[in-house]
């Protein structure tokens, strides 16, 4: 199964232990430079929000999703901040430009600009 890249490109990465989506914050993740989340099924979106909370507070580490991401979800992994996400061979075959980048514009913020993110009081 084929790793990319938010271009589409294939990526040559090991993936390690995948962590537990939920328990994952700043303080328990260390100084590692990867770490892999899993998702459990093609609608878990737990990797999701921690990928966003990660770099929210300033991991700058490579993120990689592996398991059934699915090709509608790929443009949302890289906004929330994945690095690089796992696609089935059957996706690899079908990944088309617009998986990549599907919309014109965003009412969400990117996790991955200059702008840090608002947080309410």
Known sequence: MPLINQHGEEVALSPT???????????????????????DSSVDGKAFSAAALLRAEGYSGTLLGVGPVGL??????????FDVL???????????????????????????SNQPLKKSA
């Open 72 to 81: 509608d979800r790929l443009a949302y992994g890289f906004r929330v901040g």
């Open 17 to 39: 232990m995948a962590l537990d989506p939920t328990e994952s914050d700043i303080a328990s993740v260390g100084n590692r430079s990867l770490i892999t989340f899993a998702f």
């Open 86 to 112: 796992e696609l089935t061979d059957a996706e690899w075959q079908l990944l088309q430009s617009h998986h990549l980048s599907p919309f014109p514009h965003h009412y969400q913020p990117q996790t991955r």
